[in-house]
C-alpha cells in the first residue's frame, strides 16, 4: 500500500529567472523505498529544482506534496522540519566544532537553565554513527576528518530527523572506491527503513548500479522516468542531450601551425605532476577531468597566478617565465577565467571599460585614455561577437551570462593573444549562447589561435576540442585525439581506471 | 498616500537623499540667519574647508581602490610641524620640499603594508594613525612649533595669500581637485584604481598590478596631506602637535557624503569636492544659528550615519529592507 503514496512529489514547478526560464513545469515523483536518480546535462535545471526543493527560491507555479500534504517550503529549516533533507556536493560543516556539535547544529539537547546536555549528546550521536559504522565519534572535530568522512557527518544529520526523503547531490565527487562502498551501504539502509531517495550524478555506473528510476531534466523541462532495469545509458544520454549521442565532432578544415606552447614536466606542489603537452596554432586541446584534478591548477600556473615547483613552459619554441598575469598577458597567453563574475569582470564597470582593461595601458592620447579608439575597439568585437548590449555604456552586471562571457572573450580577442585559455566556457550560461560559444571557439582555432579548453562538461570538451587530455588527480592520464575519443575511455582515464593506459 | 508613489517617493529620497536633505539644511539655515549666503561669509566657508578639501581628494582615490585611510589627520599635524621645523632651519625653499618628501614615504610605508603585503588598510592606518602621531610629538618633543621671524617671511603666501583677490588656499584646492580630478576619470591609472575597487580579483586576473595600484592610491594621499599641512603652517605661522586630530573622520565624512561606496570602485573628485561644501556649509551654518562648536562633532557623525544609510540604500532603491 505504502508503495502507492510517493514520498515526495512534485507537480508542474515553474521558476523563471529575468530571461531564463529555468524550471518550466516539472512533475516527477519519488516513491518510499526508492532510489530515483535525476539527471541532466549542467544548467538543465537540477540544481534549481533543488533550491526550490530545500526552501531557497520559491517557485513561480507548482506544487510539492510530501507525503499526500502539499507543502510550502519557505526556508531550507522548513523543508527540514517537513523531512526533506539535502546531502551536499558542497559541505556545510563548522570545522571547528565536534562531529556530535554539527550533527545537532540548532537543535542540541538541553539540561536545566539552558545549558547543553553533553551526555545524551554523545549518546545520541554515537549511536547514530555506529549505524553508519564509521571510524570516528562524537567528540572529534570536523576540521579533523577526511572529506568522505565529513560527507558521513552531513548524512549522520539527515539520520537524526524522521527523513521522508534524501537528496543526496553528486555524493561521490570527492570519495574513494572504498568509501563509495560504505556510502552505498547507507543508501541501501535508509531505502529499507521506507525513505525516498533523490540521487543526483553524474556517473552512469553508479546510475545503473544503485538506482531504481531515472528522471531526466534538460533546459528546465522534464524530459521523462526510464524504469533502471529496463534503460540503457544510451537512451538516458539521449534523453538528456536530446539528440542521439553523435558527439557532432568537430571536423577540422584548416592545417595546424607550428607548436605555440609546450609544457615540459610541470609540477605545482600536490596540486598537478609532471604535466607535459603542447598545443599548436589553430588547434584546440581540451582538459577534462574531475573537480580538483588539476585542471584549472594548470591554467593558473600558465597564467602567473601560481609558481610551478618544478618544469618549464616554452612560447613559440623559446623558454618563458611567467610570474604575474601581467606577465602572461605581456607574452601572449590569456584566461578567460572559471569564475565570470569572481575573476573576469568588474560587474559595476561598463562593457567598454571591462573590454579594454588590460590594454588601458596602452590605449592613449597624451596621459589620458583614447576613448575613440577604446569605442573602437569595443565596437569591432560586439559586431565580431555578437554581444546584444545597448551599448558600451552598459553596466557589466546588467547583462546575460552568455554576453558577459563574450565580454570577457572580447577582452583578450582584441589584444591578440598567442595562446588562450578558457576555463568552464559555457558555465552558467543558457543553451543558446552554449552553442554559439563552441562555434566561436572553433572559429578562433581557425583563425589560428592555439586555445585551451578545460571543462566539466563531457559533450563541450568532445564537440569543441581536437584533443583531449584527461586528467586525473593531478596527472594526465591518456591523450585522446578527436578520432579516438569515445564517451567511455574518457571517462575511464579521468577515474583513473584502465592504468595501462596511462602515459609515462 | 498610495503605495506606488510612497515606493517612488522612498526610492527618490534613496537616490537623492544627501542632496535632498542639504537643501534642507541652507533653506533653514538661510532662515535662520541672513548673513549664511553672504559671498563674505560663503568664501570664508570655502577658504576654511580647503584644508579638509585637499586632504578629501586623496583620500577619495584611496576610498575608490576599496582601502581606508584613517592616517590623513595625524599625518597633516606631522607634515605642518616639519615645515614649521624646517623653515627656521633651512629656510623655507629647501624646508618645503623637505617635508614633502618626508610625508611620502609615510604615504609610501603606508602603501606597502596595504599594497603590498596585502594588510586590512582599517588596522594599518588605524595604527599609524596612533604612530605618526608620536612620531610628531617625537620630533618636536611635545612643543609648539612657531616660525621665529613672523614678519620677515614669504612662506605665509600659501595660506594667507591672495592672487586676484581669490585666497590662495581655495586656489590651491581647485588646482588639485582639477588635476587629480583629470587623473582619475581620464587616465589609464585612473581606471585601473576604479577597476581594483570594483574587484580586485578581476584587475588582477586582467594584467593590473593592483599592489602597484593601491601603493600609488597612499602615495597621492600623503601628497595631498602634504599640501594640507602646507596651507596649515603658512595659514598660522605656528602650531601646536594636534592640529589635524580627527580630520580623518570629517574627511572621511565628506567623501562618503559626496557618494564615493565604502566597498570601492565608485565616487568621483566632483563628488567629493560637493562632499566636502556640503559638511563645510553645515558646519558654518550650524555655528551661525548660535550653536557652540563642539555641536559639529554630534552633527558630523549624525552626517556620516545618514551618507552610509543613503548609500546603502541608494543601492537596493529603497530606504529599508528586511534583508541586507
Redesign the interface.
Known sequence: MTEQIPALRLEGIVKTFPGVRALDGVSFSVLPGEVHALMGENGAGKSTLMKVLGGIYQPDDGRIIVNKMPAVMTSPLEAKAKGIVFIHQELSLAEELSVAENIYLGELPRKRFGLVDWTKLEAQTNEILARLKVGFDAKTRVGDLSIANQQMVEIARALTVDSKAVIFDEPTASLTDAEKVVLFDVIADLQKAGVGIIYISHRMEEIFKITDRISVLRDGQYRGTLKTAETNEEEVTQLMIGRKLDLSRNVRHHELGRVALEVRDLSCGELFRDVSFEVRSGEVVGFYGLVGAGRTEIAETLFGLRDPSAGTILLNGEEVRIHSPADAIAKGISLVPEDRKGQGLVLGMNCRDNMTLPQVDDLKAGPFVAEGSEIAIFDQYRDKLDIRTPGWKQIVGNLSGGNQQKIVIGKWLSMHPNVLIVDEPTRGIDVGSKSEIHNLIRDLAAQGYAVIVISSEMPEVLHVSDRIIAMYSGQITRTFTAEEVTEDNLIQAISGIGGSDRAA | MSGSTKQRIGGFLARQGILVAFALFMIGFTLANQRFLDPDNVMGVIRSSAILGVMALGVTFVVISGNLDLSVGSMMSFSTIVVLDLHDKIGPTLAIPAMFAMTLCLGAFIGFLVGYLKLNSLIVTLGMLSAIHGLTLTYSGGQNMDIADKANTWFGVFGQGNIVGIPVPILLFALLAAILG?MLS???FG??V??VG??G?????????RARVVFSCYLISAFCVATAGLIQASRSLGSQNTVGQGLELEVLAAVILGGASLLG??GTIFKTVIGVLILGFIQNGLLLVGLQFYVQYVVTWIIIILAVWLDIAAKRGKLWSPIA
Not at chain 2, 201 to 209: D, E, K, Y
Request: hydrophobic letters at 30%.
Open positions: 583629470m581620464k587616465t589609464p581606471r585601473k576604479y577597476a570594483g574587484n580579483t578581476a584587475a588582477t586576473f586582467s594584467g593590473i598590478r570602485g565608485s
